[in-house]
């Protein structure tokens, strides 16, 4: 039997139920380690994600990379990166909610097929497109939610970062809280930052 994610991705590659397919060069599915135990979710394709058909290839992913890495994490071995939306919204505006709503049951079939013990929401619209449409993300940002038995970490989007870097600090904060967690539920033996 083929792995429901390889089906679920071939079917979303073919994907035309909302106007953004018109737009694309290619839909972003997502990509990452099958059984990873860190999913991080973004809001959609910017121009060099529907270029390459990968998602978090622009500067921030190089951002996103990098934070990563920090906190000891592979990108590739220990995370499953996907968005909120699989086709570039044009010009990089934010997808509207009939786009996301249209969208949305892929992402949760992709959660359900990766089960991922966490989950870190990258802005606004990850944030409102998963869990509640009128969340703030200055609000909850560092704060553990649960969400269908997850655990749910909403933090700032790498862009927000790269715009203010003054909300550097704060990410690390939550990133912070991230690795705790991980090594709570996932593997005690990771990096920690506090030792
Ligand atoms: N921003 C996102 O939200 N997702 C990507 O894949 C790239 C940039």
Redesign the pocket.
């Known amino acids: 039997m083929e792995d429901p994610l390889v089906q679920l991705r071939s079917t979303v590659l073919q994907c035309r139920q909302c106007g953004l397919c018109e737009g694309r060069q290619h839909v972003?599915f997502g990509e990452g380690a099958r059984q990873a135990a860190l999913m991080c979710i973004?809001?959609?394709?910017?121009y060099?994600?529907d270029v390459q058909g990968?998602?978090?290839?622009?500067a921030?992913?190089q951002l996103l990379d990098k934070i990563l890495s920090v906190c000891g994490f592979s990108r590739e071995k220990d995370t499953y990166?996907a968005?909120?939306v699989k086709c570039r919204p044009p010009g990089n505006r934010a997808p509207t909610p009939e786009e996301r709503s249209t969208c949305l049951p892929f992402l949760m079939r992709q959660i359900e097929f990766v089960q991922p013990s966490i989950i870190v929401l990258?802005?606004a619209?990850?944030l409102q497109g998963l869990v509640d449409p009128s969340a703030r993300i200055t609000r909850v940002r560092g704060t553990w939610l649960t969400w269908h038995g997850y655990w749910v970490m909403p933090t700032f989007?790498?862009?927000a970062l790269l715009r203010t870097p003054a909300l550097k600090r704060e990410a690390w904060e939550d990133f912070k809280k991230v690795i705790d967690k991980y090594r709570e539920v996932v593997d005690p033996h990771h990096y920690s930052p506090h030792h």
Do not use: D, K, M, Q
Not at 54 to 58: E, I, K, T
């Open positions: 972003v973004g809001e959609g394709p910017g060099y994600e990968r998602p978090f290839v622009g921030s992913g990166i968005n909120i990258l802005g619209t990850a989007h790498p862009s």
